[in-house]
């Protein structure tokens, strides 16, 4: 009675051509692009991922119970350190729903993170030595936890520059595509 020793394991290129695209739905990868599905899974598992990390970062820093967008427009906020205006954090962050970032500057300033002011007519929000103190405590401790974690990948920073670059022009086609889905 002789044992044979079990196969060798299939190569990483081999596994995957064997399991296919990986995707949360497998009838969404079946059309005619189905690395657009395994994309979208992707991206979901990171944006799940990336508001995890925020608020986990921000409570870190000192900064307990804000949302992954209070987290996003307190830095966005703080971006260049001048005033910014409802409408233009909005539009930066891709944030349809104004009442999204008007509720987050309304907690932020109860928080007094963020001060209220005026430009004109309008109505401004600019950071305060308190929100910067915040920003300053979160981008230490993002420099500690992960970008050494990420640099010891030994990606090349440009290529990451560059993923940035498609899923930015690729939010895009996606927002064409939600235009003419409510036009139907």
């Known amino acids: 009675m002789s044992t044979s020793a079990p196969p060798p394991p299939k190569p990483p290129a081999e596994l995957a051509e064997l399991l296919g695209p990986i995707v949360s739905s497998g009838h969404l990868a079946s059309g005619a692009m189905p690395a657009l599905s395994e994309f979208e899974f992707a991206l979901s598992m990171t944006v799940h991922?990336?508001?995890r990390w925020m608020l986990r970062a921000m409570t870190s820093a000192g900064i307990p119970d804000l949302t992954p967008v209070d987290v996003l427009v307190l830095h966005n906020v703080n971006h260049r350190g001048k005033p910014k205006r409802l409408a233009d954090i909005c539009l930066v962050l891709n944030i349809e729903d104004t009442y999204v970032v008007n509720y987050a500057l309304k907690k932020l300033e109860r928080l007094k993170l963020i001060k209220s002011g005026r430009k004109g007519k309008e109505k401004t929000v600019a950071i305060t030595s308190a929100g910067e103190d915040a920003c300053r405590r979160y981008a230490q401790i993002r420099e500690q936890l992960l970008v050494k974690s990420v640099l010891a990948l030994g990606m090349d920073p440009a290529r990451l520059s560059e993923i940035a670059a498609t899923?930015?022009?690729?939010?895009?086609?996606?927002?064409?595509?939600?235009?003419a889905a409510a036009s139907l």
């Open 49 to 51: 991922a990336f508001q």
């Open 167 to 179: 899923m930015r022009s690729l939010s895009g086609h996606y927002d064409q595509a939600a235009r």
